[in-house]
């Protein structure tokens, strides 16, 4: 018999439950239903053993019960494909207000018995399940990081289709199936995330099935895909390239035989596109892959109407449909009912534990979905085979003596990871690589693209594996479901743009970090995010392109999670990268432009100084370490660490006696405590840089606020004074945006003069000397519409040469 034969016998028989199935699928489902009901409401007589009392309910009701019950719908069938075919699955389960559903699988499939102990599969484990939902000591309320089987947190509103197309690329073998609140089909990031079929090649690439769960309520309301016309919908649909299949209804056992045949028919289509890509009869043209919608019931199989208000199938069933349980006689009654509706006494036996009814329905091993291995991706990972990054390494025969594009030789870098890995790395950025000086890929892989290519197209291919797509919320959601299902990769966007997926880069930081605490949770690679473009060189694109925030946000991740570098030059940037690839489970945040900038360290300068965070540049300054300096120039970042560079080569020239020390930071957060970060430096070190007592100018990338925040707590932090940007931007040049922000050498100089404890022969009329240099350079821009010579082409002389 053919592939195609056996395909088509395998997808009739999936099609047509007999009566046996579905008394199985009925009965898990029934279960999990009850077993959802149980962690809203119940905190004693698990199994109504005895007639429920207001004893046994929880003083506090939380969670959500409204989408639950179709959440638990589609996984008892698609644990039916799992079981009949062998299909490897991940459920991701984008109404995560439906957590409870989620935690019952996992217990009705033993996987939350084996991943916590205490939670046995008899009357006392269901008791604690039922407790710690919700509640101080348990889980939350969401499919989290603490629900087997998960890589999605339910709170990451309009992520899921991003999170399922990350996991299947590279992955041949798997279906990542992807419920869609609709609800969450209203947001911004799940609107735009339904192009990922354009990305798609089915030959290397698993499959996303998504499943639209249409159940006409949010939390307040209908929902604007529930109140359209169902040819509407559909039409939407197909128009973003998908073949719609539909399921409505909410009568049983009719809606399982439904299901079951649109399920299979979709299964059927993902496989025999695979089979046709993989066997070499594949024209190339995008497929139609196929989803199903779903309409049923808002609180499906709960109570109809509470009070003479009707519940089943409105917002009102959103969250606990019976509100008042402790209190209210009838409603107790209700919910006892309501619990009773599912008969569990044919779902669990005398000890508590599921019948072999309800257990016929699970699936074996790895491929029950609560126990799938690609939900805990570093049980997959394979580390990455990296070149020498010393092999990339810029020649500096002096410090600031050579101007060049550090992100090109990581770009090259990149390529040769791409060509040594090439079914486990990919860089994701929004339109552009090439853009920010990364373009070295495009020599080993195209972009991809399931569409259909012009001649006019450079470097696009259905076999290309840099991901760009205009839309940060896809890039970073893909890689983030590429790295927790165990792949490697890096994020590469504009500095600016990267406030547009800021909450993202949080959720995944809270998402590492729940991990963290959990022994079960295998590390997975690092979410590396590369900030280019930076505020203070894009120049041309004016103010709306000028802003550092997401350095803001990650440097309040847990430190056991979030880390920030600044390199300030491409043997830094090549030394930072390495480390970040090689590291597991932190947000690694890298911040660099891509235009020409000086170049300050070797390789192995630039290696020790990585390694350390942060040092002291002695060629810079003037001090000799025989005593403490007049002023400390500390730096942070590429172009303010020029002008300090800059300002100090000023203070020696014009004041020689004047003592300065520099001190470059390209760990950010070692200027934290240890007791607050893992690479905090400790005390001695600190005051070794910074002493205790000499006044900091600070010239940071960013918001001067960030560097009080890290220094708080340090000896006399009050004399740190910060320059960074100051939300002064506009379409100019490069030097007139330090001059606008205040962070210039001139500045600077300024600055080391007025807070300096000692004011040396001469400060003033190099006070003089700066603010006079300030007015020519605001004539000159006009005039010349470029920066002053001086600046322009400014390099560091070397020792012995003349200024």
């Known amino acids: 018999m053919s592939d195609r034969a056996l395909l088509d016998e395998m997808t009739a028989r999936l099609a047509v439950l007999d009566d046996d199935e579905v008394a199985a699928l009925d009965a898990w489902w029934r279960a999990d239903n009850y077993l959802t009901v149980g962690q809203i409401y119940l905190m004693a007589n698990p199994l109504l053993r005895e007639p429920l009392t207001a004893e046994h309910i929880k003083p506090r009701l939380l969670g959500h019960w409204g989408t639950s019950p179709g959440l638990s719908f589609v996984y008892a069938h698609a644990s039916r494909l799992v079981r009949e075919t062998g299909q490897e699955v991940l459920y991701l389960a984008g109404p995560g207000h439906g957590g409870p559903a989620l935690v019952a699988a996992g217990y009705l499939e033993g996987t939350c018995t084996e991943t916590y102990p205490d939670v046995t599969r008899d009357t006392e484990g269901m008791r604690r399940l039922f407790r710690q939902f919700s509640a101080p000591g348990g889980i939350p309320s969401h499919v989290s990081v603490t629900t087997p089987g998960s890589i999605h947190e339910g709170g990451e509103l309009g992520y899921v289709l991003v999170h399922a197309f990350g996991a299947v690329m590279d992955n041949p073998d798997l279906i990542a199936l992807a419920v869609v609140g609709d609800g969450e089909a209203e947001t911004g990031p799940l609107e735009g995330s339904w192009k990922g079929v354009s990305f798609l090649n089915p030959a290397r690439d698993g499959a996303v099935l998504p499943v639209l769960h249409l159940n006409g309520a949010k939390i307040a309301g209908p929902t604007v895909l529930g109140r359209k016309d169902p040819a509407e919908v559909r039409s939407l649909l197909e128009g973003h390239g998908y073949d719609v299949l539909e399921v409505e209804g ?462 708080h707590g340090r000896p006399d932090a009050d004399r740190f004074r910060v320059r960074g940007f100051v939300e002064e931007g506009t379409t100019t040049t490069p030097f007139d945006m330090v001059v606008r922000n205040r962070v210039s050498r001139y500045h600077l100089v300024m600055d080391a003069l007025n807070n300096a404890r000692r004011t040396p022969p001469g400060a003033s009329d190099l006070m003089r000397w700066c603010e006079e240099r300030l007015a020519a350079h605001e004539v000159y821009v006009v005039e010349h519409l470029q920066d002053m010579p001086e600046v322009r082409d400014w390099v560091l002389p070397a020792e012995g040469s003349p200024a």
């Open 250 to 711: 909410a009568d049983l056992p009719g809606m399982h035989h439904r299901f079951a045949a649109v399920l299979a028919q979709a299964w059927s289509r993902i496989r025999a596109i695979q089979e046709s890509a993989r066997g070499g009869d594949w024209d190339g043209t995008r497929p139609r892959w196929p989803m199903i919608v779903l309409r049923s019931p808002k609180g499906w199989t709960g109570p109809d109407v509470v009070d003479g208000v009707q519940m089943l199938g409105t917002f009102r069933s959103h969250q606990v449909p019976l509100a008042t349980v402790r209190e209210n006689p009838d409603h107790l009654r209700i919910l006892e009912e309501w619990l009773r509706s599912y008969r569990p006494e044919e779902l669990f036996d005398a000890d508590g534990a599921p019948t072999e009814l309800v257990r016929r329905a699970n699936p074996e091993g790895d491929l029950r979905m609560s126990a799938t291995p690609h939900a805990n991706g570093g049980l997959l990972m394979r580390a990455l085979d990296l070149p020498d990054h010393h092999g990339y390494a810029v020649d500096v025969p002096s410090p600031a003596s050579v101007r060049l594009e550090s992100t090109r030789r990581l770009g090259e870098l990149l390529r040769d990871v791409y060509a040594a890995n090439p079914d486990r790395f990919r860089l994701f950025c929004p339109d552009e690589t090439t853009s920010n000086r990364l373009g070295a890929v495009f020599e080993v892989s195209d972009r991809a693209s399931a569409e259909r290519v012009t001649d006019d197209d450079e470097r696009i291919s259905r076999d290309g594996r840099v991901m760009e797509v205009l839309s940060e919320h896809n890039c970073h959601g893909w890689l983030e479901g590429y790295t927790l299902t165990g792949r490697h990769g890096m994020f590469a966007t504009y500095e600016a743009f990267a406030m547009v997926s800021a909450s993202q880069t949080i959720q995944h930081a809270k998402w590492l970090q729940e991990a963290e605490d959990l022994p079960w949770r295998a590390r997975v690679p690092s979410l590396n995010v590369l900030l280019t473009s930076t505020a203070w060189r894009n120049d041309h694109n004016g103010f709306s392109h000028q802003g550092p925030g997401l350095i803001q946000n990650v440097i309040t991740i847990r430190g056991t999670v979030g880390r920030v570098y600044l390199p300030p030059d491409a043997n830094c940037l090549l030394s930072v990268a390495d480390h970040c690839l090689r590291s597991t489970s932190y947000v690694n945040l890298i911040v660099i432009d891509k235009q020409p900038q000086l170049q300050y360290l070797t390789a192995e300068e630039a290696d020790a100084h990585c390694a350390r965070g942060s040092g002291v540049w002695e060629w810079a300054g003037t001090d000799d370490g025989t005593a403490d300096p007049d002023i400390v120039l500390a730096c942070a970042g590429d172009v303010v660490t020029m002008e300090t560079v800059a300002a100090a080569r000023i203070l020696r020239e014009r004041l020689p006696h004047f003592r300065t020390r520099v001190v470059n930071v390209v760990d950010l957060m070692s200027l934290l405590r240890v007791r607050d970060h893992p690479h905090g430096m400790d005390e001695t070190l600190f005051r070794e840089l910074f002493t205790d007592h000499v006044d900091v100018v600070f010239a940071f990338h960013g918001y001067p606020g960030a560097i009080h925040q890290l220094v």
